[in-house]
Nanobody, 124 residues
Framework: QLQLVESGGGLVQPGGSLRLSCAVS????????IGWFRRAPGKGREGVSC????????RYADSEKGRFTISKDNAKNMVYLQMNSLEPEDTGVYYC?????????????????WGQGTQVTVSS
């Protein structure tokens, strides 16, 4: 059974950092591109960052460039999202998702498998 489980969310002050983790089981990252998505209060799910199957291509939404870093460890079947200089606008539920392809995308629909999400709240 393919499963993704996010962790690492929490409450952080503006300017702080968090590292989200996505543990995958039932499949190997060798064959899947992974995306991180955020559902902000009252909004739809939007792409934050993604990493290609090979790991050679990483992408970030404009508002996250320079602040977030995505990485993965195929041996551990883990994907990470390091989030620095957090802003209140980063608040939301963060999901990791997998698609069996080389290319990663920001649109949610091409992703076949989703985690349950982890809440990130940036507030003073």
């Amino acid at each position: 059974q393919l499963q993704l489980v996010e962790s690492g969310g929490g409450l952080v002050q503006p300017g702080g950092s968090l590292r989200l983790s996505c543990a995958v089981s039932g499949f190997t990252l060798d064959y899947y591109a992974i995306g991180w998505f955020r559902r902000a209060p009252g909004k739809g799910r939007e792409g934050v960052s993604c990493i290609s199957r090979s790991g050679g291509d990483t992408r970030y939404a404009d508002s996250e460039k320079g602040r977030f870093t995505i990485s993965k460890d195929n041996a551990k079947n883990m994907v990470y999202l390091q989030m620095n200089s957090l802003e209140p606008e980063d608040t939301g539920v963060y999901y990791c998702a997998a698609r069996r392809a080389e290319v990663c995308l920001f649109a949610p629909s091409p992703y076949n498998y989703w985690g349950q999400g982890t809440q990130v709240t940036v507030s003073s």
